[in-house]
């Protein structure tokens, strides 16, 4: 009875390969990222990209989350500081993705030394009922926040609103400016208007 249950399953093996033997990986790019700067609270920063890459057999999809240690000595930066582009992406088996990241530190960051994983993972497909509970490669970040009071973390918020935005802080700053002054002219304008009225009533 086991003999031929297993030949049943190698010829099961051979007529459907994939069920068997097809394999999911991933691999990033880059092991190590140190920003050698200290950090300030309320501003964003541009990280250096990453590269997914799908080394099985399959295409798969992958999305991007952050990990930390247990009882990691660092502390450890809020899942929703970071911003992936793409956060979610299908690759074909050899296909490389890069991955842009965005780190957002919070008004209120405690100073400090951070680290968190980076991490890239196999997310599971329902169309194929794969699961890859697991599976992960990632990067590991290390930053420093200095300390900085609420004023000046607001003031850095400004600062790097403006330059992540820009050209469009700078327009609307110019228009709002120039709509003011077409308000304040036409007000007077009226009035102008119709005091000369009055002038030839009067008359």
Do not use: C
Request: proline share 6%; aromatic share 12%.
């Amino acid at each position: 009875m086991k003999k031929t249950a297993a030949i049943l399953l190698f010829i099961l093996s051979l007529a459907v390969p994939g069920i068997i033997f097809s394999k999911i990986g991933v691999g990033v790019g880059s092991g190590q990222i140190e920003v050698e700067e200290k950090l300030k609270p309320g501003m964003i920063y541009e990280l250096p990209s990453i590269d997914v890459i799908n080394t099985g057999d399959e295409e798969a999809e992958y999305g991007m989350a952050v990990a930390y240690h247990n009882d990691q000595p660092e502390k450890k930066p809020g899942q929703d500081w970071f911003v992936f582009t793409p956060s979610e992406f299908s690759l074909k088996p050899g296909e490389v993705r890069r991955v842009e990241m965005r780190l957002k530190l919070p008004l209120r960051t405690q100073p400090g030394d951070y680290f968190s994983y980076l991490e890239a993972h196999p997310v599971k497909t329902v169309e194929k009922g794969l699961t890859t509970i697991g599976i992960a490669a990632a990067t590991k970040l290390y930053f420093t926040v200095e300390p900085a009071n609420i004023f000046a973390a607001a003031y850095y918020k400004l600062i790097t609103f403006w330059r992540v935005n820009a050209p469009w802080p700078d327009r609307v700053l110019k228009l709002s400016i120039a709509a003011a002054l077409f308000v304040i002219f036409r007000k007077n304008f009226n009035l102008d208007i119709k005091f000369k009225k009055t002038n030839k009533t009067n008359e």
